[in-house]
């Protein structure tokens, strides 16, 4: 089997007293937090890092400490099974905003909520609770 690590970030930004996660849209048609494929010799966070700015074009963006979730999955690629994992941490961006590269289609940024609805997959959405969690503790969120 083949198997795959990805890292990745749930990205807030916090605004007027509102905070909105940025997800965004694979072509394949889900919507996700930014995440890629760690690349030989790189770190978990080097891997954020890179694949934010990538997707994103956003470089000052900073991690907070305490949060890492990962998460697993199966999926079909070319007739064979790949399995997936894929580690979150948690991320603040000072900018609202984004330059996209070719792999994503869209991008939107969304209060808890709505990104809890925008989310398709069930383990995207409780890396998403367990992030909103973390950030009501610290008492950065309202709700
Ligand atoms: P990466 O952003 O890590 O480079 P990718 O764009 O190559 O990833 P994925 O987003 O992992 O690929 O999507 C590959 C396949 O897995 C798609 O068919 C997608 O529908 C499915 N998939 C994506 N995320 C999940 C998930 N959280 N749970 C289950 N299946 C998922």
């Known amino acids: 089997m ?3 690590k990805s890292c990745g970030a749930v990205l807030f930004i916090k605004k007027a007293e509102e905070t909105k996660y940025l997800l965004l849209n694979y072509a394949a048609g889900h919507w996700d937090f930014v995440k890629g494929n760690v690349e030989s010799g790189e770190t978990e966070k080097e891997t954020v890092l890179r694949e934010l700015q990538e997707e994103t074009a956003i470089v000052n963006a900073a991690f907070l400490d305490g949060f890492k979730e990962t998460i697993a999955y199966f999926y079909r690629r070319q007739g064979q099974t ?9 991320m603040e961006s000072k900018t609202d905003k ?26 995207a959405k409780d890396v998403l609770l367990k992030a909103h969690d973390f950030l009501s503790k610290k008492g950065m969120v309202k709700d």
């Not at 790949?82 to 948690?90: C, Q």
Request: aromatic share 18%; no cysteine.
């Open 98 to 123: 984004v330059t996209l590269s070719f792999e994503h289609v869209g991008y939107i940024w969304l209060d808890y909520k709505h990104a809890m609805e925008k989310l398709n997959f069930r383990n």
């Open 2 to 4: 083949i198997r795959e």
């Open 82 to 90: 790949v399995h997936k994992e894929v580690v979150f941490f948690i």
